[in-house]
């Protein structure tokens, strides 16, 4: 038995902030996907019932990588430290996919060829994002303490939501400066275009900083930090034992993940479209509308409507410690969201919509923040942090995965109408929120 074991000391401000910095770049990069992918695709010639496939390939990218990031991590001890090489890798990959994925269109392919050149280089996108993403929570289960966690992933969640009001509002900032929001049909415009180029370069300047400036603890200093007997004797246990072994708390959580996720898909996938049709009238049952002028200034208002959300996210990450009790505000937060939804089809005035989009942002803020709150305590002293973490993602990862695969069915059964998707995602974040109540939250 280790009788040295030491807690966690309390981290001074700016060394949390950097344990997180980098998330600002990974997000950037997520962002522009999240926001651009339906537009992407639909621009290259998708069905609208078709979309929600593309979907897929995102979060079944996370449920294969991310487990595997954070099993290996476990094992892992180089100069640079056990998370930040996976970090670093996975950020290089994804800045040299992000230059060509928004050219799909542009080498003079087949429609068919150009979708599947796009396929290939989202599933590439996800892989690296995936891996850059996932050492960051690590990082905070590693190296914060109880007491700091919930600031921690607070920090984490106003980076994240930063970096996604940059990365959201980029085709707009674009398109505003001069660049072409148009172009021949089939291709990409070049405000999305550069919007992908200009992200990739912050990105990998962020994740420069996160590996100059944080310094992981060494194999005896983190045993004696995370209370093991024997310093990263973590090889020995597969994926079935530990989900076996799992906390209580780590399946509920995983329950209330499965409605949030499934509706921020739908978002994700039907915002263009919807927006498109309730405030700038598109036909969006016509083949033609995706080529339309109209659709594609939809398509930046909705990276402006996502920065709405993104900065709605940050301000009430702020207030969310404020709020003593978790599970009240993650209850409350999912309220508020599941209220945005529900108003966002009913709203015909591009700027009257801010004001759904802050209140979906309530809930992201909390979505981010809270979960690796309530697990990564729960999970304390009981070693394999990474893979656990990893494994936690699933309950990102299956609820997207099972919305795009319905996608299509549900949308017929809505009549077509992307609006109505929308509306189905804020049922969804009130069934999350009856949820919540499940939830047995360690001592605060």
């Not at 992307?418 to 499940?438: D, E, K, R």
């Amino acid at each position: 038995m280790n009788n040295q074991l030491k807690k966690k000391p309390d981290l001074e401000f700016w060394k949390l902030w950097n344990l997180s910095f980098g998330f600002f770049g990974v997000q950037i990069a997520y962002a522009l996907q999240s926001a651009n992918i339906s537009r992407i695709f639909a621009t290259l010639g998708a069905d609208p019932h078709n979309l929600s496939y593309f979907w897929i390939l995102p979060p079944l990218m996370g449920i294969l990588v991310q487990p595997l990031v954070g099993t290996l991590s476990d094992k892992t001890w180089t100069r640079f430290g056990r998370r930040i090489p996976y970090l670093f890798v996975g950020a290089t990959i994804a800045v040299l996919v992000m230059c060509l994925l928004p050219n799909a269109g542009s080498f003079g392919m087949t429609a068919s060829m150009a979708m599947i050149f796009g396929l290939v280089a989202l599933m590439f996108l996800d892989t690296s994002i995936n891996m850059a993403m996932q050492p960051f929570k690590m990082l905070v289960g590693d190296m914060v303490n109880e007491k700091q966690k919930a600031l921690a992933y607070s920090i984490q969640s106003f980076l994240c939501n930063a970096g996604s009001v940059v990365g959201f509002i980029f085709p707009f900032f674009f398109t505003f400066i001069g660049l072409s929001n148009i172009a021949p049909e089939g291709v990409v415009p070049d405000s999305v275009i550069w919007s992908f180029y200009v992200g990739a370069a912050i990105l990998i300047l962020c994740v420069i900083y996160t590996t100059l400036k944080v310094k992981e603890w060494n194999p005896k200093e983190y045993a004696e930090y995370n209370q093991l007997e024997e310093p990263l004797n973590e090889g020995k246990t597969n994926f079935l034992t530990l989900l076996r072994n799992a906390p209580k708390t780590f399946w509920t959580v995983g329950l209330v993940q499965f409605f949030c996720w499934g509706a921020f898909m739908n978002m994700w996938t039907y915002t263009p479209g919807s927006i498109a049709d309730t405030v700038w009238g598109v036909d969006m049952q016509s083949h033609l509308a995706t080529s339309t002028p109209q659709y594609q200034e939809a398509g930046n208002w909705v990276g402006i409507l996502f920065a709405v959300q993104a900065i709605g996210s940050v301000l009430w990450a702020v207030m969310l410690p404020n709020i003593r009790n978790r599970k009240t505000a993650y209850a409350l937060s999912l309220v508020l969201g599941a209220i945005g939804f529900m108003m966002v089809p009913y709203v015909t005035d591009k700027y009257l919509m801010f004001v759904p989009f802050v209140l979906i942002g309530c809930a992201w803020a909390a979505t981010l923040a809270m979960p690796f709150t309530f697990v990564t305590n729960a999970l304390e002293g009981k070693g394999h942090m990474g893979a656990y973490l990893g494994l936690f993602n699933g309950t990102i990862c299956v609820p997207q995965i099972i919305a795009a695969a319905l996608g299509g069915t549900v949308l017929h059964l809505l009549g077509s109408v992307q609006s109505n998707m929308i509306l189905a995602a804020g049922v969804m974040l009130f069934v999350g929120t009856l949820c919540v109540g499940f939830i047995k939250d360690k001592e605060q």
